[in-house]
Structures are given as C-alpha cells and as structure tokens.
C-alpha cells in the first residue's frame, strides 16, 4: 500500500511538473486546435547551467501514439533553430502580417509528434551560465553529446513517447547535427546498462550541408546564368572551386581568391547575395502590397511561400508575450536579436570542414533508412553536389538501384525526381537510401515548398519511396 501511494505521488507530482510546461494558448492562435503542445527547457549540464529549449507539438491525430516521434535539428540560420521550424517550415501555426496565427495545413505534425529544439546553447532561448560557452567551445563533438543527453532527460520528463519510432529530422547545417545524434543514439543502444533502446528508425537531412565542398557553388551559379561564362572560366583558371573552400576554411584568402570572391558577389548583386542566396525563385518582401486575406490564403490554402514570413516571424516571436506563452527568454535577453554559430573562427572552420559521409555510411550500415531531399533553387547548398554525394554513398556501401531516377508526385504535379538505392534481400527490396529533388525548392523546402516537403516526409515514415503516381492513381 505504501508502495502504491509512493507511486501514485509521484504521478501527481509528474503531472503537476508537465502542466506547468503546457502552453495553454499562443497569442493569436486560432481557437479549433486539436492537439496539445508544450515548450520549456531541459537542463544538460547543472555545472555549467547549461539549457536547450524546445518545442513540442502532440501529432494532430486521434491517437497521437500510432503516429512516430521526430525530433528536428535545424541548422544555423538568421533565427532560432526551434522558432524557425515551428513558424519558418513545417510547424503547426504560420505567423500573419497583423500578428495572428494561422494553421498550417502543411504542418509535419499531421504525421508525427514533432519536438524542435535549439541548439547549441546561446541559439536565442538556449543559455548557459558559463560565459566561454558562448564564444569558444561549440564542436561539433560537444554539440553532438549536449543533444544526445537532452533527448535522454526529454524522454524522462515524457516517458509515455520512450517507446515510438523516432526519427531525426533536419537542414542546412542539420546535416551535420543529425547524423553525429543518430551515431551517439545506437552507441547508447548497444550500452547493455540500457534496456529500453531508443526506437531510432531513420533520419531525413534536407539541402544538408555534409562535406567542405557544399561550400563551393560557382558551377551552380554560372548553369543558372547568375555569373558570367567569363567570371566561371576565371575562377576555375586562377582559383578553383577546391583552392576557395580550403582557402576560405584556413582563415587566409589569397589575392587571387579574394578578388574573385569579390567579383561573384559583384556579379550575384547586393540584393540576391544578402537577403534571398538560398531561394533564387524567391521574391522580395514587400509587405505594403500583401493584404491579410491574401496571406491569409498563402498560409492556409496553397502550397506557395509568402515572401514576407520571415519578416512575420521575427516580429512575433520577438514579442514578450509570445515568449511568455512559449516558457522562452528566461535570462530576458533583448525582445529582438539574431542567432550566429557561436564559438572562435578556429572552431566553426573545424566544424565545417568535417566529413560526414563515413557517419552516414556506419548508420546506413546499420540498417538506418536516409532521406536526402534538395531544392532545386537553392543557391547555398546546390542539388548537383548534393546528388553527388548520394551517389558516392550508394557507391561505397555497393547499394543497387532499387528504383531509378524518375519523376514523383505531389498530387497531381510533379513534386521532382527521385532515386532509391538499397539492398536485394531474397524476394524483398530494402531501400536504405533516397534521393529527391524539390521542383522549385528552397534552402528552406517546407518554407518555399511545404506540401511537397510534406509528401517527402509521409512517404518515408511510411518507408516507401516518393510515389511515382498522381494522387487519383
């Protein structure tokens, strides 16, 4: 008896300690939402104070337990990494112009429970009490360790998700952060102290940034007739695309490097080069000329980006009472501020000049199922480079072609085109590895693209390729 009441006291307290991190509502949100979603912090190191914040959206679903659980890794960008997932790409809410929220029938939570979380510590709501954390000590190898035990005191703090399939999902710099957690995750697994092994059942990297030479776009920037024939034949003559990434990696551009990195931006012009590198479909922000019912309709009822959503998001979670909402900004930094990878130049150089094909070759090895998807409109990461490393991995793991390079669908439309590499196991097919191009998509996919990025995302919790039909096949 005593034992029961032990227990049923302790349930209480669990229960108390979780409603305190529930959001109750955030502002503008509209009113007929069916899901519960949480926010707050996980402590990963009480030496140093340091904290990840999060965020998490219960799966719009009757029963949010037969749906996964995905935690997202975004990667370095102008704003958090958390907030730019849940509003940015693929959340359950958009932001508007006159500060509301809107649903966002493309939101991944329609298939999984979805957690976002900011990391490294000092991203915008992150912290640590330990001020060198913020400017020296950001490997990727500590990063890598501060997330894996933040998923392991997550799963504490919400023990009734320890048993789904997970997946990791990411972008951008994502590319690095989610392969390295999913390494330390199956190390943990084989740990016979731990009985109950995270269900790790794949990751999904998109536009990822996996080796030194994602770096070097100036092919991609001349097929796209940004750079003149005269500028690339240059540049490949007096510095080539390797000579730059080792140069611009080491801290010290020569001359010659230099002036021609000059003369691409020169080229590229000041407006694509600053503000919309990573979308060249994309179109300036002119937030005068967007009436409410008009972006009210880009959120909810197309598939197309609204050019001012980055504007939007700023402005709302730059609001004390949105990070009030969202358990957020306990130190009370500044209500507007943008996020930078932190640590020394020597760091970040390191950081990025590390390979990550041989961690994606061991969890392939391993039986983890990879999504590679890129937007074909992406002037940071190019599709090109991307594909090719696809290939080189389906190469040094000796995978066959499972299904050729063909065209998928979203709906009706072509969505892109799509390769699967696996094994032969008798009678079946294991796709281990995929490829897919996004028509018309971003650095940012499920922002320029999200019902395609959305189609992506389902097939491959579902462990199928894109579909190679229409919809009313």
Known sequence: MVFLWFLLLNTLCSISIRNGEMIDSLPGQPSDVNFIQYSGYIVTDKLHGRALFYYFAEAQSENRFSKPLTLWLGGGHECSIATMGMFYEHGPFRPTK?????KNQFSWNLESNMLYVETPVGVEFSYSNTTTD????????????????????????YPEYRNLDFYIA?????????????????????????????????????????EKMSLSNVEHLWYHGIISTELYRLQKRVCNATRM????????????????????????????????NENLLFQSCESSSISSSQQHHLATETAKADPCLRDWVYDYVSRPEVQKALHANTTGLPNHWNSIFHGNRKTIMHNLAIDILPTLSALLKSDIPVLIYSGDQDLRIPVTHTRELAN????????????????????????????????????????????????????????????????????????SPPPRTKSDH
């Open 245 to 276: 990434v080792i140069e611009f990696l080491s801290g010290e551009m020569s001359e010659y490097c230099s002036d021609i990195d000059v003369m691409i931006s020169e080229e590229i012009g000041v407006d694509m080069d600053q503000d919309h």
């Open 134 to 157: 913020y400017y020296n000590v950001w490997s990727d190898t500590l990063t890598a360790h501060q997330n894996m035990e933040f998923l392991r005191k997550w799963f504490i703090e």
């Open 98 to 102: 006159d500060g509301k929220l809107v």
């Open 170 to 210: 990411g972008d951008s710099y994502g590319g690095h952060l989610a392969p390295q957690l999913a390494a330390l995750i199956l190390e943990y697994n084989r740990k016979p102290e731990h009985i109950r092994p995270i269900k790790l059942k794949g990751i999904v990297l998109g536009n990822p940034f996996l």
């Open 392 to 463: 080189v991995l389906a190469r040094r793991l000796k995978l066959t072609t499972l299904e050729m390079n063909g065209p998928w669908y979203d709906g009706n439309q072509i969505g892109g085109w799509s390769q699967t590499f696996g094994k032969l196991g008798g009678c079946k097919k294991v796709g281990n590895l995929t490829f897919a191009t996004v028509r018309g998509g971003a650095h940012f996919v499920p922002s320029s693209s999200p019902s395609q990025a959305l189609t992506l995302f389902k097939a491959f919790l579902k462990r």
